[in-house]
């Protein structure tokens, strides 16, 4: 795989934006650094006029080729590295790292993964709950610790990308395939269910615990089979401790 | 002078801006990245509403202490270090280089020069014109030779400015202080007279010949003393041709 074809890995993914001129103007800057797909998480798509006018008749075809999700999840299923975009600096966050350091993360894994970048509304930006299938946070670095402008954030980060695509190493050791946000979100539940059945978390700690057990793992760049272990072992688990506790109740 | 008071000498100039909302945009990301100058060159100021909207009200007084100038050279006065940016590829130009190099031709000059960051209409962009007097011309790289949205172009700019500040070297020499914009005019234009006084160039090469001469010069890094020699060389010059005309023609 060439250099510049590694930017038809990438996706961006817009999560409830309220002004249509954003999402043309994410268009024009994904098409002007190479990446041409684009999804929007929202009920409906916006009127098609205000966004192909900022998109600017260059990147119109990235509006017509618009994927339209209702859910953050069902955008992310088929990607395997995730990249949230954030403003805010809360607790319990997978550690914030700058648009740079992010494109030298992911670049090894690029050739074998696809991979989202993630932007919430202009308002409020991403949310706790979606923040949750990121395993990666980028933060642009500010005076004031203060948001930007969505558009104007799209645009660092492809900038940031597309830089450091052409200027990346050629001779690159490719890292492989991950497992995808479906396969890890069936690997957590099913993890959730194991340690809910053993009574490890409070009935009130259970964010707090998959959370801490979400970022842990996102570290360790599991493959599609690693998640199959994983779920398989839960299964077992879940099994053994029904009988267990069959057999406690003493009912037959 | 501490790394981030260095972000003091930088100005944002927006020429001919056509939508004043993109006037605000390059406000908040100017004000986001720690850049509080900015300057519009025009003949009237747009209406405040527009600007102030997407300024948000974090940015609101960059709109309010904005400088209007009606010409480039007006607003270009009082700076050392000018950089133009441009998407177009053209002949007989200053070489391009990228943001980034950009900043690290231009940060050990920070200390004692102010620094301009101009930026054309969103149509049409800098005119041959309006790129004679800028030092350095940057150029953002895009996957097509594509312009970008003006408000992202600035966007990136400052965001490259504002990281290359951040992460440079503490003990950074930092380099005299250069020869102000109005400075280089004034020599520009003693030599052309001088020039054309010696019948250097032909009627219709004068542009020619005066752009090869600035982009000569734009890279021996001029001080406010060379400027007065090379002004004094050219009087001495003019009185001298004057003197010798007046013997040729025979005249007393």
């Given at each position: 795989?060439?250099?510049?074809?590694?930017?038809s890995?990438?996706?961006i993914?817009l999560?409830r934006?309220?002004?249509?001129?954003?999402?043309?103007a994410?268009?024009?800057i994904?098409w002007?650094?190479?990446?041409?797909?684009l999804?929007?998480?929202?009920?409906q798509l916006?009127?098609?006029?205000?966004?192909?006018?900022?998109?600017t008749?260059?990147?119109a075809?990235?509006i017509d080729n618009l994927r339209?999700?209702?859910t953050l999840?069902?955008?992310l299923?088929?990607?395997s590295?995730?990249?949230?975009?954030?403003?805010?600096?809360g607790?319990?966050?997978i550690?914030?790292?700058?648009?740079r350091?992010i494109?030298?993360?992911?670049?090894?894994?690029l050739?074998n993964?696809?991979?989202?970048?993630?932007?919430?509304?202009?308002d409020s930006?991403?949310?706790?709950?979606d923040l949750?299938?990121c395993q990666l946070?980028?933060a642009?670095?500010?005076?004031d610790?203060?948001?930007?402008?969505?558009?104007?954030a799209v645009?660092?980060h492809?900038?940031?990308i597309?830089?450091?695509?052409?200027?990346?190493q050629?001779?690159?050791?490719?890292a492989?395939?991950l497992?995808?946000?479906?396969?890890?979100?069936?690997?957590y539940?099913?993890?959730?269910?194991?340690l809910?059945?053993?009574d490890?978390?409070?009935?009130?700690s259970?964010?707090?615990?998959?959370?801490?057990?979400?970022?842990?793992?996102a570290?360790?760049k599991?493959?599609?089979?690693d998640?199959n272990?994983?779920r398989?072992?839960?299964?077992?688990?879940?099994l053994?401790?029904?009988?267990?506790?069959?057999?406690h109740?003493?009912a037959?």
């Open positions: 795989m060439n250099k510049i074809s590694l930017l890995q990438l996706t993914i999560v934006p309220k002004y249509p001129g954003n999402i043309g994410a268009a024009r994904a002007n650094m190479g990446i041409e797909n999804i929007v998480v929202s009920d916006p009127e098609r006029e205000p966004m192909a006018q900022m998109a008749h260059k990147a075809h990235l339209l999700c209702t999840p069902e955008a299923a088929p990607f590295i995730i990249i949230g975009t954030t403003a805010r600096r607790r319990q966050r550690i914030e790292r700058s648009p350091e494109v030298e993360t992911i670049l090894p894994q050739e993964n696809r991979t989202a970048l993630v932007f919430g509304p202009e930006g991403l949310t706790n709950e949750k299938h946070l980028s642009i670095p500010t005076a610790f203060s948001s930007l402008n969505l558009a104007q645009a660092i492809c900038y940031e597309y830089y450091g695509i052409v200027h990346s050629k001779d690159m050791l490719p492989p395939r497992a995808s946000s479906f396969e890890l979100e069936s690997m539940s099913c993890l959730e269910k194991s809910t059945q053993i490890f978390m409070g009935e009130k259970h964010t707090y615990w998959m959370n801490n057990i979400r970022q842990f793992l570290q360790t599991l493959s599609s089979k998640t272990i994983i398989k072992i839960c299964r077992k688990f879940l053994n401790s029904k009988t267990k506790n069959i057999n109740n003493g037959p």
